[in-house]
């Protein structure tokens, strides 16, 4: 059961009604993480308007679904890795490719620097060794890319946050976490 309000659009205020209704047009449904952050339509707006910025971006959708897995999976967020494992999915990546993301593992490499770099930054609470950037660069990432990547980690540490703290129920068909030892 969640610990706030799981906000409909019929029941938002200010900006937030009109925000439900637009992410109800692109998932054609409203996921209850979108409800529970309607409760303050500045948070909303802010999450929803990184998600559209980024989904605008130059890293592709598979690849961002399983950095999305790999933070999830990290944090204990059965929300955000149910719900990424279903986007990932969409996106085209193998049930095999997202159950291995979630302990950051990859048959191609620069997924796996992706993953590696991601699970670091959550990790070491963003300090990461000068050898995480140096094997995102060898694997072909931009600085472009690297700074997506980067906003990617923190879209999914807030989203994760938000599912943990409030225990938002589940919309998604669930998934496992897995232990990476």
């Known amino acids: 059961m969640s610990h706030l309000p799981l906000v409909t659009a019929e029941q938002a205020r200010g900006p937030a009604a009109s925000l439900l209704a637009e992410i109800h047009g692109a998932f054609g449904a409203t996921p209850n993480m979108f409800k529970a952050v309607a ?20 890293l592709p959708a598979q690849l961002t679904e399983q950095v999305a897995v790999v933070v999830a999976n990290r944090n204990n967020c059965h929300y955000c890795l149910a719900a990424h494992t279903a986007l990932g ?15 950051a593992q990859s048959e191609d490499p620069k997924t796996l620097a992706a993953l590696g770099f991601a699970l670091a930054v959550v ?16 694997a072909g990432f931009s600085d472009e890319a690297m700074m997506e990547l980067l906003a990617h980690v923190a ?15 589940l919309d998604f068909p669930k998934v496992e976490l897995r232990s990476s030892r």
Request: proline share 5%; charged share 15%; glycine share 10%.
């Open 123 to 138: 990790e070491g609470r963003g300090q990461v060794q000068p050898a995480h950037l140096e094997a995102l660069r060898a």
């Open 39 to 58: 409760n303050s339509p500045a948070a909303l707006q802010s999450m929803w308007g990184a998600f559209k910025a980024l989904g605008q971006g130059t």
């Open 155 to 169: 879209l999914n540490l807030f989203t994760n946050y938000v599912n943990v703290v409030f225990d938002v129920p």
């Open 89 to 103: 999915r969409k996106a085209g990546a193998s049930a095999e490719a997202m159950s291995a993301a979630q302990v």
